[in-house]
């Protein structure tokens, strides 16, 4: 049996939090499948093509495709249902925006159980792997949901596995790493195959050894020469964001203003990769693993649910929630988001749901600790932040480095005053963005009135082009006819 190398980060990260981890409630229950007997499915609130009959009677079988987005991934139906009913309500986003929800009733438990899709050849072209994920409906599950796809570009080189699932109580990546590992190593040589990829990382805290032992009983005969490593990372929040985790482990700052695949770096977590191998064989995503966890929840758990699955099901098989006013968030305890009553069920993306005691927030005004800034992975000053958005100077806020913001909540926990800094930096940002999209919007707008400006004068100048090649057409005419007339006369 071949070991892969396997090495311990030296590097630190900036701030960042140790903080009891959490994950010993659902670390090792024993994973459980769900299904429940209803689908909350929401519509995208952006342009979309349906793709099955949704009248209310009509049956949809496990796998046929739902809809397909603007971004052209498809929405596979995860069950065989009957649609009940199209309803008003809120998206499951941080920034919640209505949405229309499809209400579904299971009328078988299982997935699909063939492939819905041809399987790929064994020498993958990368315009076919890339087709078979958008058919598949393969987004980023550990991210912004964005298709995975879309990463598969330029002179790619480094595949980086983010199995560093740094948040406190999350266990759900864990979960698929030991769960999955062969399709994890399957996705992991088909990637490095179709994109010639020269190197793979993966990555992983030191807590879970579960995990590593699992990936690595496990590897594939086909990747035994390739420059496959393991790298271990001290457990810390949030080791597991992005740049920090490519910095961690390979030593590269790769900056705010780009993305790790400008750089040849495709990074992929563990449950997108297990996704991707389905995808291969066939099959759409229509499950994935989620931790329902957190003090309030009674039987702490780790689930294999279907997508849309509805959150109070979720709570409800986890034992519900223990006696008292509870907090539900989407996501962990630093970076989640309190769920919307309106919600429909889970999405690709929901990875936790994590219930705690409602504590009133009593805050007060800021001591100037500078605990903070301490906490900061990326060396901002919160409390500057902070201090500039209360008075409304986004512009100064940006000067001072807000788009560099994580938002992972890591000052919001170290905070005495309890400020509420992060949700003040989302708010910040969210502004920013919608004052940027106006910008451009006006910026078409002013190029759209000078394109047509450009072309009336064009058009005026033609038509007097136009007008005056005429008028020397009749002048010249009219002088052969003066001409004519004066040779008769003579
Ligand atoms: S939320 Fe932003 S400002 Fe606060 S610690 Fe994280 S990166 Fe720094
Ligand atoms: S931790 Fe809170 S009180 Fe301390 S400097 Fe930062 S914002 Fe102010």
């Not at 499951?92 to 399987?119: G, K």
């Not at 980086?160 to 992991?188: K, Q, S, Y």
């Not at 490519?246 to 695949?261: C, F, M, N, S």
């Amino acid at each position: 049996m071949t070991k892969y190398a396997t090495t311990l980060s030296t590097r630190r990260l900036p701030g960042g939090l140790s903080a009891p981890d959490g994950k010993g409630l659902t670390a090792q229950v024993p994973l459980r499948p769900l299904t429940p007997e209803t689908l909350r499915i929401a519509l995208p609130t952006e342009r979309y093509m349906p793709l099955a009959a949704w009248s209310i009677g009509s049956i949809i079988k496990a796998g046929a495709p739902l809809f397909m987005t603007a971004q052209g991934v498809i929405q596979a139906c995860p069950r065989t249902v009957q649609v009940t009913q199209l309803v008003d309500g809120m998206t499951l986003s941080s920034i919640p925006e209505r949405c229309q929800i499809l209400q579904l009733t299971v009328l078988e438990p299982s997935p699909p159980t063939q492939p819905c899709l041809a399987p790929l050849s064994s020498r993958p072209d990368p315009a076919d792997l890339q087709k078979r994920a958008a058919e598949a409906g393969l987004v980023g599950l550990g991210g912004a949901g964005f298709p995975a796809h879309q990463k598969w570009s330029g002179e790619l080189h480094t595949l980086v596995v983010n199995g560093a699932e740094c948040e406190p109580f999350l266990t759900a990546d864990e979960r698929v790493m030991r769960e999955r590992a062969p399709a994890i190593w399957h996705a992991i040589d088909v990637l490095m195959r179709a994109y010639s990829l020269t190197k793979c990382v993966i990555v992983l805290e030191d807590n879970t050894p579960d995990a590593l032992a699992a990936l690595q009983t496990t590897h594939p005969e086909a990747l035994q020469d390739r420059d496959v490593s393991f790298t271990i990372l001290e457990s810390r929040y949030p080791s597991g964001a992005e740049r920090q985790l490519i910095w961690l482990a390979l030593g590269l700052e790769i900056p705010t203003t780009a993305r790790p695949v400008e750089y040849g770096i495709l990074v992929h977590n563990p449950g997108t990769l297990a996704a991707l191998a389905d995808a291969i064989d066939g099959y759409p995503l229509t499950d994935r693993i989620v931790t329902v966890t957190g003090p309030s929840i009674i039987s702490p758990g780790v689930f294999r649910a279907p997508i849309g699955t509805p959150i109070n099901a979720l709570i409800a098989a986890a034992g519900g929630l223990q006696p008292g006013d509870h907090q539900v968030r989407h996501g962990g305890p630093y970076m989640g988001w309190e769920i919307p009553e309106e919600a429909p069920g889970m999405h690709a993306m929901t990875h936790c749901l994590y219930a705690a005691p409602a504590i009133a927030r009593t805050t007060s005004p800021c001591i100037r600790c500078g605990l903070c800034a301490e906490a900061c992975p990326v060396q901002l000053q919160p409390q500057q932040l902070f201090a500039a958005l209360s008075h409304g100077q986004l512009d100064h806020a940006m000067h001072e480095g807000l788009a560099h913001c994580l938002r992972c909540g890591a000052c919001d926990q170290v905070c005495p005053s309890a400020l509420p800094l992060t949700d003040q930096f989302q708010t910040g940002l969210t502004r920013q963005r919608a004052l940027s999209d106006e910008a451009k919007r006006a910026d078409r707008a002013r190029e759209r009135f000078n394109a047509r400006a450009r072309r009336l004068e064009r058009q005026a100048a033609e038509a007097e082009t136009r007008r005056h090649t005429r008028r020397q057409q009749s002048e010249s005419a009219l002088e052969r006819i003066r001409a004519a007339r004066a040779k008769e006369s003579i």
